[in-house]
């Protein structure tokens, strides 16, 4: 039986047309020159301040480019592209509705059929994206695992979640793991908000990042103040019962391993599946 959990929070946006790449490449945080049909990219739109209007993974079916992003945000995102589309003979089309996303830990078996599929680029130990017809996922062979599973291995890796996590315009890529999890490219040249993202990374100013957390008790609700002693570290993200992502000033955590919420928890700090780019002056973490 080949395992599988359907991303019901994850909709799709389908771009085609002959300027479909220098369209994208002018607006996204990766480098679209890098997208292959066996190499999806993460990447995200940005304000024009570098902050995050949404994150999403790009993959490539066919000469269409497929945007697998937060179901609540595909609306959204499909006006924006819309509005910085001008000329380019692009078209753009919101498919929430008539394709699933689907994570697996392996590649689709041999005679299912599906749109696309790719390992997710953020992370090999996240397995693979399908994205899939919802009447496909009836294939015998196939067995359905929890949403909830899914989330609570992505929260153990560290991976910060598009609508649990990642607020839209709060939040810069840098003080999110982009780097770290394959979602920038500093040297494609312009596109939004890529003036202040590369000022971030190149005067070391970045000293935010999202890591994990654990308790013993149910961890308190998104956006609960952190503290060590008297100092405010951060704040919490999206938890699933004891785990769940915080983001910290890593300058003021230091070595600090455990952080009292400010509704009393007890919240220890740990650390992703990943190796973490930090600021020359920050410290080791």
């Known amino acids: 039986m080949t395992k599988f959990a359907a991303l019901n929070d994850r909709a799709v946006v389908k771009l085609e047309g002959p300027d479909t790449r220098p369209f994208l490449q002018g607006l996204i945080t990766n480098n679209i020159d890098s997208l292959s049909p066996s190499n999806p990219i993460y990447a995200a739109l940005l304000t024009a301040q570098g902050k995050i209007i949404c994150d999403f993974i790009l993959i490539q079916a ?6 697998d992003c937060a179901a609540p945000a595909a609306q959204d995102l499909t006006a924006r592209l819309k509005k910085f589309r001008l000329r380019a003979k692009v078209t753009i089309t919101e498919a929430a509705t008539g394709l699933a996303v689907v994570s697996a830990p392996e590649a689709p078996p041999e005679g299912l059929q599906v749109v696309a599929s790719c390992r997710d680029p953020r992370l090999a130990e996240l397995g693979w994206r399908w994205i899939i ?62 003036e202040l993202t590369a ?37 919490m993200l999206g ?43 920050a410290p080791h973490v």
């Open 62 to 67: 066919g000469e269409a480019v497929l945007i």
């Open 133 to 194: 017809e919802p009447q496909a996922l009836a294939t015998p062979g196939l067995e359905r695992e929890p949403h909830a599973a899914y989330d609570r291995h992505r929260i153990e890796c560290g991976v910060p979640d598009s609508i649990l996590d990642l607020r839209p315009e709060t939040f810069f890529p840098l003080d999110c793991n982009f780097e770290e999890l394959n979602g920038v490219d500093f040297t494609k040249g312009c596109y939004v908000g890529q």
């Open 199 to 235: 000022r971030m990374k190149h005067r070391a100013t970045a000293r935010k990042r999202i890591l994990p957390v654990a308790a013993s008790t149910p961890l308190p609700p998104h956006g609960t103040p952190l503290k060590r002693d008297d100092t405010e570290v951060g704040e």
């Open 239 to 281: 938890a699933q019962g004891l785990i769940g992502l915080a983001m910290l000033r890593l300058d003021r955590l230091g070595e600090t391993q455990a952080l009292t919420a400010a509704t009393g928890e007890v919240v220890h700090v740990g650390r992703p599946h990943y190796p973490l780019v930090l600021p020359a002056a």
